[in-house]
């Protein structure tokens, strides 16, 4: 018969069950630590009442609120860092900690994004000319669109959720004139056309 375990001490195997959920739960908190520091602001400046959703792309309110329609690019990231994760990991770490990974890259992504240059970067290069960062719970929310975006696209696997993939870069596409990939394209080679179109110019 197996010994039982002392009481008041935490079983291995339970420990390590945890570890990669108190891991994701480090990564927001020093996420938004770091947004702190970088002068972002907690919420909405222009809003006392918590509103949870703001639906306009355009206004002074995007990216200030928990959610907005850019949480669909980062429901996009999840299913995206899935793939990934699979293509690289194959089988050799736990569903547990490869989200982890998911979490810890949105995360980071969410830091740089929200730093002067690349802020810069949008305003100069993209349409978003009055961007000027997320709020720290809009970042919070981020993470949040990409944890879900994982979970699903480890419900659906590869071809279910590349088809979910493209069904959301179209509805994007037809409702804010913006995407995933869009977003990555004028971020890195900006377009005339495209920055043109979307302003309705």
């Not at 206004?59 to 999840?78: E, V």
């Not at 929200?114 to 809009?138: H, K, P, Q, V």
């Amino acid at each position: 018969m197996k010994p039982e375990p002392k009481k008041g001490l935490i079983q291995t195997d339970s420990w390590d069950h945890r570890m990669p959920w108190v891991a994701m739960g480090i990564c927001l908190i020093a996420m938004a630590v770091i947004l702190h520091f970088q002068g972002r602001l907690w919420w909405c400046r222009w809003d006392s009442p918590l509103y949870l959703w703001s639906s306009d792309v355009w206004s002074k309110h995007n990216s200030q609120h928990l959610f907005d329609p850019y949480m669909f690019t980062h429901l996009l990231h999840g299913v995206a860092f899935y793939w990934l994760g699979r293509l690289l990991f194959q089988k050799r770490i736990s569903f547990a900690w490869l989200l982890f990974t998911a979490v810890l890259a949105e995360s980071i992504w969410e830091v740089v994004e929200n730093s002067a240059f690349i802020i810069d970067r949008y305003r100069e290069s993209t349409a978003s000319l009055e961007y000027f960062g997320d709020s720290i719970l809009n970042s919070v929310g981020d993470v949040i669109a990409c944890f879900t975006g994982f979970m699903i696209a480890f419900k659906l696997r590869l071809w279910k959720s590349l088809a979910f993939f493209v069904l959301v870069e179209l509805i994007l596409i037809l409702t804010i004139k913006d995407s995933l990939l869009i977003n990555i394209v004028m971020l890195i080679y900006p377009i005339e056309a495209i920055k043109v179109w979307q302003t309705g110019g």
